[in-house]
């Protein structure tokens, strides 16, 4: 026997609930399947344009890599010829200068770029006035009321007795020379007017005298110019640190110095105005004129003139102002 259950449902037509759940799941797969859709899109293009950037970062790398490579070549080529230019230096003879006078400072070592020691007739025209001790103006004053050797000791007069050998150890063998300082007076160093500093012994007797020297009393330019252009001179190098404060007394009468009555020692300071009027008519009246003017300026306190005046000097006649570093020579 067999038993048949049989289920019926009546007035299906009539319910739509499961019908419409069901399209709503419907309609909302297929938004979600677009949005899926865009977002695979953009997806899409992105990774193509990092892909284009990943190629394009490739192929800026390659470049790098050869460019590096050549440069690691070419350093190694370069490296390689630098080491055949020592190799070739080392086996070369040293250049014997024989136009040079040696002392103990040796060779051409601490060489000032530009100043060059030259000139058949070399006159060397060091201040040695009491504002070469010292750069301060408090300083020169306590070394002016100090001992002889305390002047002498002086942190410019000792720079200023190296700037003299090295200027005298540079002077050509076939060169005449002359040393004169100057401060209120002139002094001429060596036994002669002009003398060939072609022997070592020749300059340590003139540094034995340059040692002498005490740095003190005024500048008075004109007088060390008066004694070079006696001479004959073709090249000057003067060492000094600023203006004149002194000068021949004539220039009382005239019409510029009406208001500097210290140039005549009537006063224990001079103003800037009357240093400057006094450089221009020492030089005026220096008689110079086809002479090479070479001026080391060692600094001092309160002579602001002073650089642009000897400048315009030195470059006239053809000549170099340096004020050179504090560490030369």
Known sequence: MVLVFMLVKHNVSSST??????AGDVQRLEVQQEELQQTLAQLLNISQSEAEKIAQLRARLTQLEQSLSQ?????????????ALKNDI???PLAQKEDLVEDDRGGEENYLMGLKVEGRRVAVLID???SMTDEKLLDIIKRKNGSVADKKRGPKWLRTRKTVRWLLARVPKTSQL?????????????STNWFKADKPATLQGLYSE??????????NLQKGLQAVSGRGATDLYVITDGLPTVGESRYASLNPFASCSSLLGKSSTISGECRLKLFRQTIKDSKLSGIKVNVILLPIEGDPDAVNEYWGWAALSGGLMISPAVNWP
């Open 17 to 22: 609930t499961e019908t419409d759940l069901l």
């Open 71 to 83: 440069k690691q070549l070419s350093l190694v080529q370069k490296k390689d010829q630098l080491a």
């Open 90 to 92: 080392s086996k070369r």
């Open 128 to 130: 040695s006035s009491a």
């Open 178 to 190: 002359a040393v004169i300082s100057y401060n209120g007076s002139v002094k001429s160093l060596g």
């Open 210 to 219: 340059l040692d002498k020297i005490v740095p003190e009393g005024a500048t």
